[in-house]
């Protein structure tokens, strides 16, 4: 073989590239790479791996194309897989709940009498303001600094909030004589600003008797330091505003006790309130003609948290528009010009910050293994989107019912006359279900949650993992088998079981520490 011809072969050999052929001109070419025994080893390892890698990529795709999706959707209605019933459905596990005990009504050393109302520090007052439970949190907060202050607490005023436009007095939804009763041992609390003080009008208007520079979540020795010198000098201060203004971590362990005390053992409802709970509980275990279990759903999907969370949701054109000027009337700095909330809006559903849609809670209770035949107490407001909205998880749990359809209308309107006695009937009825699952944030769920661990940590208490939801609901490749092993395994450390604190913990949520013992 000439020159030339030998550089046409090794040319065609190196084209064809290092794939084994039947080429017998490259074959006898000393330069072709399977000439050298070694060489051919490495090709035939490389050609071996390529093949398996080919049959298993077909074979994840045919799993794929043939994997179930989460449910099928026909119209409005979603058709799950069943699943099996797991044991610990309706309570947690025996064995995880028996290492704690509630212990907030201890009170630490001798007990001796609190000062007269007339040797205390001075009188402080406040504002309790926004929603019921919010309320409820700014209440055992004033209770909290009365005693670190030593001063008398003028009984809390329950202030007009914007939203719920209720003019309801602190004696129209709690009990006031066991309020004072069960904490006089605490702190000296009084049901008036006192008769000597004659400009009622003064206190919450006039600077020279309001505090009004509390940082949110302040220490106790802030109010030490610049609150107690004001309310021994005027004698009958008022602190303005009052929502989260006492910390957690940097308040003597005895005062976050106190908090509990006041959460769990002071605050009672009327005990017309209460009897009404008990019989919308009675009536909820007792549909089916048999004591059966049932759940409680703080479902928080109305049009005011769906606009003000400004996460993006599935809806028609109009529906978008109309959410769109919503928002912009209603948050006009944050709105702009709406520009910039998609991609904001892309990322706190990834990061688990928007609340969850009808349909995806039906999902994510399929999967636990709660079947269609399951008692559910929903806690809500108008669900924004109405009956279309709602029709995924009526669909799939059909006994869904509300304290309107539990009770007559004449049973209900003595409590129509405040709007927070009707949230009250809710607070209790969740608090006194066999579970209790939230679909988002806020206090009414902490507050539920907290109780309901404080009660005892087998009472389960579901906190949805919205980031998990969004994330599989976002794969179209998930299957049914795999989200429902996610979802069970993630929420086994989500259902109101004991927890370890952490800095800056929030107790209403999580009473563990400061409020409950070990057995």
Not at 419 to 428: K, N
């Amino acid at each position: 073989m000439n020159t030339l011809d030998s550089k046409l072969v090794t040319k065609k050999c190196l084209c064809i590239g290092d794939d084994l052929v039947d080429f017998p001109s490259c074959a006898n070419n000393p330069q072709a790479p399977w000439s050298h025994p070694h060489r051919s080893k490495i090709s035939i390892v490389i050609l071996v791996a390529i093949v398996f890698a080919a049959v298993i990529s077909v074979s994840s795709l045919v799993q794929r194309l043939n994997a179930p999706y989460l449910c099928k959707k026909d119209g409005i209605t979603l058709q799950c897989p069943h699943v099996k019933e797991p044991p610990s459905l309706w309570e947690n596990p025996h064995s995880a709940t028996t290492s704690w005990k509630p212990c907030a009504e201890r009170r630490e050393g001798v007990i001796s009498d609190p000062p007269s109302e007339n040797s205390t520090s001075g009188y402080i007052f406040i504002h309790a303001e926004g929603g019921l439970n919010q309320q409820r949190i700014a209440i055992c907060n004033a209770v909290a600094v009365a005693k670190i202050l030593n001063a008398t607490l003028i009984l809390p005023v329950l202030k007009q909030d914007q939203i719920w436009k209720d003019q309801t007095k602190f004696e129209d939804i709690f009990d006031v004589d066991h309020f004072i009763d069960y904490l006089k041992d605490d702190v000296t609390i009084v049901r008036d600003i006192p008769e000597w003080f004659t400009d009622k009008a003064e206190l919450f208007s006039s600077i020279r008797r309001t505090v009004k520079n509390i940082p949110k979540y302040a220490p106790a020795q802030f109010y030490i330091d610049n609150v107690l010198p004001r309310v021994k000098e005027k004698k009958i201060m008022a602190l303005k505003p009052f929502v989260d203004r006492l910390g957690y971590d940097s308040v003597p362990q005895e005062i976050n006790r106190l908090r509990c005390r006041v959460n769990y053992h002071a605050l009672k409802f009327l005990p017309e309130i209460e009897n009404m709970a008990d019989l919308l509980v009675s009536r909820m275990r007792n549909r089916t003609g048999n004591s059966n279990p049932f759940m409680a759903l703080h479902l928080r999907f109305e049009k005011g948290m769906v606009g003000l969370s400004f996460c993006d949701f599935v809806g028609t054109r109009i529906e978008k528009a109309l959410m769109a000027i919503y928002r912009l009337k209603e948050w006009p700095r944050r709105f702009k010009d709406g520009s910039h909330l998609w991609a904001l809006a892309l990322q706190k559903r990834k990061e688990g910050r928007c609340p969850l849609e009808p349909g995806e809670v039906a999902v994510m209770l399929r999967a636990m293994g709660y079947p269609k035949e399951t008692q559910i107490y929903v806690a809500s407001g108008q669900v924004y989107g109405g009956q279309n909205r709602m029709a995924p998880l009526r669909n799939m749990f059909p006994n869904l019912v509300t304290k309107e359809e539990l009770a007559t209308k004449l049973e209900l309107d003595e409590f129509r006359k405040h709007v927070t006695s009707l949230a009250a009937l809710d607070f209790l009825v969740c608090l006194k279900s066999d579970v209790f699952v939230m679909t988002h944030g806020g206090n009414f769920a902490k507050l539920i949650i907290g109780n309901r661990r404080y009660l005892g940590h087998h009472l389960k208490s579901i906190k949805p993992d919205k980031g998990l939801m969004s994330k599989s609901l976002g794969d179209p490749y998930m299957g049914w088998a795999t989200f429902v092993e996610d979802v069970i395994t993630t929420h086994q450390t989500r259902s109101g079981l004991p927890e370890e604190t952490f800095p800056n913990y929030d107790i209403w949520e999580n009473p563990l520490t400061p409020c409950m013992c070990r057995t």
